[in-house]
């Protein structure tokens, strides 16, 4: 009993690691039947070195094994790999000491490992592993969040199994059943908590899952509405050119017409055909605001409609500004919802106005996108949060909701401004 318990320990740490890199990092290969082959042969050899009871050598010898496993498995650069790796191996050890501190607390000075019956120190192994795996799964979701992006309701209700987990073991860790559960009830027990222990790897297996498939959704979203976009930008800009092909093969028959009529001295008819050329210019002229086609696209709509509603729009792009950084998707929340919301507030007012400026600030070091519009004065607010004036009560708020989530997310400055009848969005990036 006490070989199979420690081999499934070593199974344990050995799916924590996989679980904490997965997806975190670039795998080497593709082969699962390789990983499974590493995988076998680090739990035989940790097994193997902990079957030798010296603690350095554990300590330093499990270093060095996920470390050179991890190094194989896994590519990234040098100073990533470090980082990584020292925050996974800081937590997988940190967290045993932490307990054993904890333990001594409350047991008192009487308190020994060695002391402790067979049961009492597996479950506290298990409490150990259980409270490792469940820091590592918060830590990745954190580190990646821009990625997977987890909102803290779920991360809670993926704890709920972790905590019941933690409130049993510690149960039977404190109570009788230490002394009185032997022989085959104690090898039920034990098998029992291993079981539990693996269900708790499982279910976050399942959401590790449900995240992936989540990021997923949302870059074919993003695919989706970039295509989109991207069709409408191509779109308007063959539109564009046939009505230029077409107006130079015009403009030969004007230039003519123009000099016959000044050779007759008809100055009218004259300026009655360079009006018209100036009309057929301005109907096939388009804006251009930016390189970025996504940003480009969106101002081009916002104005059309803008233009539609007799709204007076403005719109000034930094030429060279960066904004790599920013995913097509979170540029078409935050900036369609902004010029959304202006568009609509400034629709209810006479000769209103959308001024929209994105520019660089302090030597380039900070990005600043600033939507300023006129609008009627009227603000509803929930506590400290902006409420939309729209009819429909299930939409308050939901666009500035999803602007903030996504600011966040680059870890940006979300603010807003209210003056008399300027209502003022800002948007502050750092770029480093």
């Known amino acids: 009993m006490e070989v199979f318990l420690n081999i499934m320990t070593c199974i344990f740490e050995v799916t924590i690691f996989e679980l904490f890199f997965r997806g975190l990092l670039r795998r080497r290969y593709s082969s699962p039947i390789f990983y499974i082959a590493i995988y076998i042969g680090v739990v035989s050899l940790i097994y193997g070195i902990n079957s030798l009871g010296n603690s350095k050598l554990n300590l330093i010898a499990n270093i060095l094994i996920y470390y050179a496993v991890y190094s194989l498995l896994y590519e990234e650069e040098l100073k990533e790999r470090v980082f990584y790796f020292t925050v996974f191996f800081t937590t997988f050890a940190g967290v045993e000491i932490l307990c054993e501190f904890v333990l001594s607390l409350i047991l008192g000075e009487g308190y020994s490992w060695e002391n402790q019956s067979h049961l009492a120190r597996f479950i506290v192994i298990c409490l150990e592993k259980l409270i490792t795996f469940v820091t590592l799964f918060i830590i990745k979701k954190k580190l990646n969040k821009q990625k997977y992006g987890i909102k803290n309701e779920i991360l809670l209700y993926s704890l709920v199994l972790p905590i019941a987990t933690f409130g049993i073991y510690s149960a039977l860790l ?4 230490m002394v009185e559960v032997s022989g085959i009830n104690e090898g039920i027990l034990l098998v029992g ?18 995240f992936r498939l989540n990021y997923e959704n949302q870059a074919l979203e993003m695919l989706t509405l970039k295509t989109d976009l991207e069709k409408k930008y191509y779109d308007r800009m063959d539109k564009v050119n046939l009505e230029q092909s077409n107006y ?3 403009l030969k028959f004007m230039l003519r017409t123009i000099g016959n009529l000044a050779v007759q001295d008809q100055n009218e008819e004259i ?11 301005g109907e096939m002229e388009e804006e251009f605001f930016c390189k970025n086609k996504v940003l480009n696209t969106i101002l081009c709509e916002k104005k059309k409609e803008a233009i539609d509603n007799k709204i007076n729009y403005q719109a000034y792009v930094e030429p060279g500004i960066p904004l790599d950084f920013i995913q097509d998707i979170d540029i078409i929340i935050i900036m369609g919802n902004i010029i959304d919301n202006a568009i609509e507030a400034t629709k209810k007012i006479d000769y209103g106005y959308i001024d929209i400026n994105v520019f660089a600030t302090q030597k380039g070091h900070f990005l600043m996108i600033r939507v300023e519009n006129k609008f009627d004065g009227i603000v509803k607010k929930k506590g400290d949060d902006f409420c939309s004036t729209k009819q429909e009560p299930d939409k308050h708020g939901i666009g500035l909701k999803n602007v903030a989530d996504c600011v966040n997310k680059y870890g940006g400055i979300l603010q807003i401004d209210v003056n008399d009848n300027i209502f003022t969005v800002s948007v502050i990036f750092t770029v480093l």
């Open 174 to 177: 404190y109570s009788g059943l």
């Open 193 to 210: 908590c291993i079981l539990l222990l693996f269900a708790n790897a499982i279910i976050f297996f399942l959401y590790e899952y449900i």
């Open 248 to 250: 130079m093969h015009d």
């Open 271 to 281: 300026t009655s055909v360079i009006q018209n050329m100036k009309i057929r210019i």
